[in-house]
Nanobody
Framework: VHVVITGGGLVQAGGSLRLSCAAS????????IGWYRQAPGQARELVAH???????TYADSVTGRFTISRDNAKPTVYLQMNSLKPEDTAIYYC????????WGQGTQVTVSS
């Protein structure tokens, strides 16, 4: 499985970014997919996940600000991040909730105050 994540970058607090995750060589339409993030010196955390049927679940820290979605036809999973805060600064990754894909390098999201 080859995972390609795009859409990270530098944004001011209150701004928005949209991340995309495409996994070739996998039946992305089947498993539950999650977006994870890891800030410097902190453990990796699950930010949001979405079931094969499109049911989303969010961490409390991003509820109301982030939206996860998926397009099984492409197949791609997205993370729309609005009202970004400096504490959202981290490297963002996507993976199944059973960690069956390689983690890769992720994408850096930096939110300046």
């Amino acid at each position: 499985v080859h995972v390609v994540i795009t859409g990270g970058g530098l944004v001011q607090a209150g701004g928005s970014l949209r991340l995309s995750c495409a996994a070739s060589g996998s039946t992305l339409s089947s498993p539950t997919i999650g977006w994870y993030r890891q800030a410097p010196g902190q453990a990796r955390e699950l930010v949001a996940h979405i079931s094969a049927l499109g049911v989303p679940t969010y961490a409390d820290s991003v509820t109301g600000r982030f939206t996860i979605s998926r397009d099984n036809a492409k197949p791609t999973v997205y993370l729309q991040m609005n009202s970004l805060k400096p504490e959202d600064t981290a490297i963002y990754y996507c993976n199944t909730i059973t960690y069956s894909w390689p983690w890769g390098q992720g994408t850096q999201v930096t939110v300046s105050s």
